[in-house]
């Protein structure tokens, strides 16, 4: 499991989960496969900001649990997924 930091707001955390083809946009961890989740606006949109903040989840956050795929095909699906987002 790992978190990253993308450039932008809830918003861009947003797109770029959903850009993913072959990363699973699941809240679930342990999988074999690789998913990721947006936890601003899935499992702590519950929370206030503050209480987010508290927990450790910021807007840009993108929440990564590594699965048993070729390490540069889950590369290669953020950086398609950047592309469109960033447009780079």
């Known amino acids: 499991m790992l978190s990253i ?3 932008g707001d ?5 797109k770029v989960v959903d850009g993913l083809k072959l990363v699973s946009n699941l809240a679930n961890i342990g999988d074999a496969k690789s998913l990721a989740i947006h936890p ?7 929370l206030s900001d503050d209480e ?3 927990s ?3 807007e840009d956050m993108i929440r990564i649990s ?3 795929e070729h390490v540069d095909d889950s590369i ?8 469109i987002v960033y447009g780079y």
Do not use: P
């Open 66 to 68: 590594v699965g048993i």
């Open 40 to 46: 601003w606006s899935t499992t702590h949109e519950q």
């Open 76 to 83: 290669a699906d953020f950086e398609q997924s950047f592309k």
């Open 5 to 7: 930091g993308v450039k």
């Open 52 to 54: 987010r903040l508290a």
């Open 10 to 14: 809830a918003s861009a955390g947003n």
């Open 56 to 58: 450790g989840v910021t």
